[in-house]
């Protein structure tokens, strides 16, 4: 199967047959990235007159934007710097929002928009506070706080770059062989760990056992750096003007280079997808024999 599948769309709007819609649902469901090379996100002058790697406050890696509560996080700068940057994410989450619902209209009652997020630093060369929060190693998308419960994680990219950069990826083997290969190394929790950690805040809901095995896998995986390095996989390059989704949670990645990216997510409840024996959750039940949504 080719890790990466270029459709021709190049407008926002889509109006498609069932046969296509079917085919983007299969390929999504089925580990592809969806890649559009001609779908680009037009920034206006203005905005792109305030782009800077400066723009991310000190603390943070990126400029995020919460589109159910309208609000901006993490961009420095004046009152109207943070204005311009605000309408903008707003106007993409926006657009993206649409382009996902009519790109996969079965999805429509199982999706909920969640953050945007503005990449404007350099990843070449950016330090990470520690090798687990570093995206330039392969992993599939787990957060320690936020366990997801089973929900699916689908993000969708765009780059912005006014430099022609390309956003740079590396893209590795398929979810069921990265199942296999750690998830027997990964313990078992401990026996009330998990009811402690959400009493306590440290997850903002319970990690159930999907989530536990998830998590281990995305650190075993960045731990490995034999694994980083042998590990069949393809280098893939977004340039600027192009977009490109898939669910992060399930496609093993690990970002090298560019700067100037958009990305807005979403979660997916199990019940919306089309084949749920190929998503990280059925395989994972299937090679551990046993329910993992406890
Ligand atoms: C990631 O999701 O790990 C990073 C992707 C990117 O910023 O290009
Ligand atoms: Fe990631």
Redesign the pocket.
């Known amino acids: 199967m080719k890790r990466v599948k270029a459709l021709p769309y190049t407008n926002w709007v889509l109006e498609l047959e069932k046969a296509e819609l079917d085919e983007c649902v299969a390929s999504l469901e089925s580990g592809q990235v969806l890649y559009f090379p001609k779908l680009d996100f037009s920034v206006e002058e203005k905005e792109k007159a305030n782009f800077s790697s400066e723009l991310v406050s000190k603390d943070r890696k990126n400029i995020s934007y919460d589109p159910l509560k309208d609000e901006l996080k993490g961009c420095s700068g004046g009152f109207e710097t943070q204005d311009v940057i605000h309408q903008m994410m707003k106007r993409y989450s926006s657009v993206v929002n649409e382009f996902v619902h009519s790109l996969f209209p079965e999805y429509k009652d199982h999706l909920t928009l969640a953050r945007t997020s503005f ?1 404007p630093v350099e ?1 070449e060369g950016r330090e990470a506070p520690s090798y687990r929060k570093n ?1 330039t190693l392969l ?1 599939v ?1 787990s957060f320690p706080s936020s366990p997801t419960g089973g929900m699916r994680i689908l ?1 969708f ?1 765009t780059n912005v770059n006014p430099f022609n950069k390309p ?1 740079v ?1 590396r893209v590795g083997e398929p979810y069921e062989a990265v199942a296999k290969r750690f998830l027997k190394e990964i313990k078992k929790p401990f026996p009330l760990s998990r009811v402690v950690m959400e009493k306590l805040g440290i997850t903002k809901s319970y990690r159930i056992l999907y989530d536990h095995y998830m998590l281990g896998i995305h650190n075993s995986m960045k731990a490995d750096q034999n694994y980083q390095k042998e590990v069949d996989q393809e280098r893939v390059e977004f340039p600027t003007g192009s977009s490109w989704t898939c669910f ?1 949670d399930q496609v093993s ?3 090298v280079s ?1 700067q100037y ?1 958009f ?1 807005q997510s979403f979660y997916l409840s199990l019940e919306g997808l089309k084949h749920k024996e190929s998503s990280p959750l059925g395989i994972m039940e299937k090679l551990l024999k046993q329910k993992v949504t406890v």
Do not use: L, N, P, Q
Request: neutral net charge; hydrophobic residues 40%; without cysteine.
């Open positions: 990449r990843i995206d992993h998308d993000r990219f956003r990826w992060t990645h690990a970002v560019g990216v990305e």
